[in-house]
């Protein structure tokens, strides 16, 4: 009995002693590492390429003539009449080329598409971050059946953590209250395992990135 607390003893103090050395981090700085290695990768590319893997729909636009261009081409063949937008700088997008929206929540529930801005795009895994700090609010980018947002390439960062670095520089100590990303339209495969797009949320997801 007397060899077994001897044993034990002896083993605690080495754990005491390890505990009290100064012992170097084996990684360092491990937060501030990138996710994936650098690479010679091309932003736009590889959100295009991520995005549309998980079922997005990328439209790239030179610039806002050519974005209403092909919005109007796309409103038509889906036959869309029913397009929400709350915020004041897509509204005025909008308005310039005499493109029809509703501008506030009336008939909300017969909405088709809504229509909104992010706060970033993050390339390497296709995703979009949102949040409620804008007039879009909660409600625009989750209840109509068809999403479509207008981002800039501008907002294209690498990793997560480059777009929440984007949100602290943008808000500082005040960050939104809710802050969500977004890969693909919403989907499910809790039925049988069969993949369902639109379970809890938009269908159908557009990202209309314009140069600038």
């Known amino acids: 009995m007397r060899d077994i607390t001897t044993s034990k003893e002896k083993l605690l ?117 949102l949040s409620n700090a804008n007039a879009a609010g909660r409600r625009l980018s989750i209840y109509p059946p068809v999403h479509i947002v207008l981002a800039y390439t501008s907002q294209l960062v690498p990793d997560l953590k480059d777009g929440f670095k984007l949100l602290k520089e943008k808000y500082g100590s005040h960050l939104p209250s809710m802050i969500t990303h977004v890969t693909g339209p919403s989907r499910t495969a809790d039925i049988e395992k069969t993949l369902v797009l639109g379970a809890h949320g938009p269908k159908e997801l557009f990202v209309f990135l314009l140069d600038g």
């Open 13 to 129: 103090k080495k754990v005491r002693k390890a505990l009290l050395e100064k012992r170097d981090n084996p990684y360092p700085n491990l937060e501030d590492l990138p996710m994936y290695p650098p690479g010679e990768e091309i932003p736009e590319v590889t959100f295009a390429e991520e995005f549309t893997a998980v079922s997005g729909q990328f439209v790239f636009c030179e610039d806002e003539v050519q974005f209403i261009e092909n919005l109007l081409e796309l409103a038509e063949e889906r036959k869309w009449h029913k397009i929400y937008c709350w915020e004041p700088p897509l509204q005025e997008i909008l308005r310039t080329y005499e493109y029809p929206f509703f501008e506030t929540d009336k008939d909300f529930e017969q909405a088709e598409v809504g229509f909104t801005l992010c706060e970033a795009l993050i390339a390497r895994n296709g995703t979009i971050l």
